[in-house]
């Protein structure tokens, strides 16, 4: 293979780590007239050394200004790098939350580690008549919620050896990335989890988030009677200041696996049984959506049968998670100076650092429920 840029380098690289806009682009992958050596064809054309001479001295950390090209200079390790960030976006955007994104809202990108907060606004009362002539009156002015958190760091090195590169292991290093998408996608997953199944305090009235004061906690099994009496409860929350109802509407349930055919029933079922032989309509049908939208099967929730319910954060934001700088993936960075710590000259690797750092807070709890169920 021959390449006229860094770019063509660069696309190669995607492509042959399976980066989708690379290959719907026409750009062949490196591969070798076996079909297996790959790696060490990508290391080859990048570094210029052909025979592999130098990856026990430093080799893998060399530049090389393209035989015959006079294009820019370029390292294996950057050119993998990027590919490797290209397709863990790529496959952290396809491991998917299963619907869980859609229960909490994204804050507007936050630039450092300093502790955020957010102000929740109580609601004002009904305009007051205003007789001829009269004089308007002043609102009683609504008090506000302050809820803070901060982003955390979370990430792990991974090391790329002299032997993968040796040994063409071309199948481990894009294995490493598929499991570095997927334990991201995880870890905020079990983030948000933790927030609904650990009941903190909310901070303003230092009282769990789930928790009869709120009047958002019961103890019903998972059913079309028990959804009803939830939706009561949501459509009665009210207003911080004003206490009119605020009206939301339940539009989603989250569950554990074990509870993946109850939910699935109640919604796909338009009659349900409420005694030997007798039926009657179900409320709920297709209320969760055609295709089930609604329903939020997790995998991470340790009760069988506890389940959650709520409105989308349209109608009332519950959770926020802030994501440092926006990056809403963790990316991937390298270690880029060959003689430091244990790269380069005392051992022969790369070493790549992931990254994910973000943080979260409930924001309400006037949107959600919980059904803790014995």
């Known amino acids: 293979m021959k390449f006229n840029s860094v770019l063509e380098l660069q696309a190669a690289m995607d492509a042959t780590f399976g980066v989708k806009e690379a290959i719907a682009l026409g750009v062949k992958p490196f591969r070798s007239l076996r079909g297996l050596l790959a790696l060490r064809e990508a290391y080859a054309a990048i570094t210029g050394d052909a025979e592999l001479t130098r990856l026990g001295t430093g080799g893998i950390w060399s530049r090389a200004a393209l035989a015959a090209t006079n294009i820019e200079v370029a390292s294996f390790p950057s050119i993998l790098l990027n590919a490797l960030n290209k397709r863990v976006i790529q496959d952290y955007a396809e491991v998917g939350m299963r619907g869980l994104d859609r229960v909490y809202t994204v804050a507007d990108?936050?630039?450092?580690?300093?502790?955020?907060?957010?102000?929740?606004?109580?609601?004002?009362?009904?305009?007051?008549?205003?007789?001829?002539?009269?004089?308007?009156?002043?609102?009683?002015?609504p008090t506000d919620d302050k809820i803070q958190y901060?982003?955390?760091?979370?990430?792990?090195?991974?090391?790329?050896?002299?032997?993968?590169?040796?040994?063409?292991?071309?199948?481990?290093?894009?294995?490493?990335?598929?499991?570095?998408?997927?334990?991201?996608?995880?870890?905020?997953?079990?983030?948000?989890?933790?927030?609904?199944?650990?009941?903190?305090?909310?901070?303003?009235?230092?009282?769990?988030?789930?928790?009869?004061?709120?009047?958002?906690?019961?103890?019903?099994?998972?059913?079309?009677?028990?959804?009803?009496?939830?939706?009561?409860?949501?459509?009665?929350?009210?207003?911080?200041?004003?206490?009119?109802?605020?009206?939301?509407?339940?539009?989603?349930i989250m569950f554990a696996p074990a509870r993946w055919a109850d939910a699935r029933a109640i919604n796909q079922t338009d009659k349900w049984p409420t005694g030997p032989g007798t039926f009657e309509a179900n409320p709920w049908f297709r209320a969760f959506g055609d295709n089930n939208e609604g329903l939020i099967e997790n995998e991470l929730l340790s009760d069988a049968n506890d389940w959650y319910y709520g409105c989308w954060p349209s109608a009332c934001p519950v959770i926020e998670i802030g994501f440092l700088d926006g990056f809403q993936a963790p990316q991937i960075y390298l270690d880029n100076s060959p003689q430091s710590g244990s790269v380069g000259f005392t051992k022969d690797e790369m070493r790549f650092k992931v990254k994910f750092p973000f943080g979260g807070a409930w924001l309400d709890y006037r949107g959600v429920g919980k059904n803790a169920v014995a």
Do not use: C
Request: charged content about 25%; aromatic content about 8%.
């Open 150 to 252: 901060a982003v955390t760091k979370k990430g792990n090195v991974l090391s790329v050896t002299e032997e993968t590169i040796y040994n063409d292991d071309l199948g481990k290093l894009k294995g490493f990335s598929e499991r570095m998408a997927r334990a991201g996608r995880r870890t905020l997953k079990q983030f948000i989890t933790t927030k609904f199944e650990s009941n903190p305090n909310y901070g303003p009235d230092a009282t769990a988030v789930f928790h009869g004061d709120h009047n958002n906690l019961g103890t019903d099994p998972l059913s079309p009677a028990a959804l009803t009496a939830a939706r009561a409860l949501l459509v009665a929350q009210q207003e911080k200041d004003s206490d009119k109802p605020l009206g939301l509407a339940l539009q989603w």
């Open 109 to 141: 990108p936050i630039g450092d580690y300093k502790t955020q907060s957010r102000v929740r606004l109580g609601y004002l009362d009904d305009l007051s008549d205003v007789a001829e002539g009269g004089v308007y009156q002043e609102f009683d002015k």
